[in-house]
């Protein structure tokens, strides 16, 4: 059975239902074999990354940034789970299997930095883009919460033992 490890910071009852979408797209009956193990940013560790054969990441955008939760994450996680930096300490190409993530980011009013800052990060992990990112300005719709389901099922199925 493959693991599918969804890590978010849901403060807001806007991203708690986007996490909640994403999640139950994880458990969607099409798909069998996948085992989803979801954590809050600031419990999620570097043996969760680990164990994980694909990852669901969900923030906030902050000030054009990502949450502090998931930079926490990050921060804890980066080298154990195999992030690589050059010489200069700027990301660098991480080598080894790429396994998939997706991401949805919720902001007030712009997801740019945010989405900039996660992907900036994960470049250097040994991860790789397996959906478009899911960006949503403003109150939750019922179209954003079905891409969320999209979005969940979409990595689910990616893992899922051949």
Do not use: C
């Not at 007030?108 to 470049?123: K, P």
């Not at 992990?125 to 403003?138: C, H, K």
């Amino acid at each position: 059975m493959t693991t599918l490890l969804v890590v978010h910071h849901s403060p807001t009852s806007s991203v708690r239902a986007l996490t909640d979408a994403v999640v139950a797209g994880t458990h969607d009956d099409e798909i069998q074999g996948v085992t989803v193990v979801v954590r809050p940013a600031l419990e999620a560790t570097a043996e969760d990354v680990l164990a994980a054969d694909g990852y669901l990441l969900g923030t906030t955008a902050n000030f054009g940034y990502m949450s502090g939760a998931l930079k926490h994450f990050f921060d804890t996680i980066f080298l154990e789970a195999g992030g690589a930096l050059s010489d200069d300490g700027s990301a660098g190409g991480a080598g080894g299997g790429k396994k998939p993530f997706g991401l949805w980011v919720h902001g007030r009013y712009d997801t740019t930095g945010a989405v900039r800052s996660v992907l900036s990060i994960v470049q250097a992990l040994p991860w790789r883009q397996a959906a478009e990112t899911l960006e949503v300005i403003g109150d939750v719709t019922d179209a954003h919460t079905e891409a969320a389901y999209e979005l969940g099922g979409t990595l689910a199925a990616l893992v899922v033992e051949p």
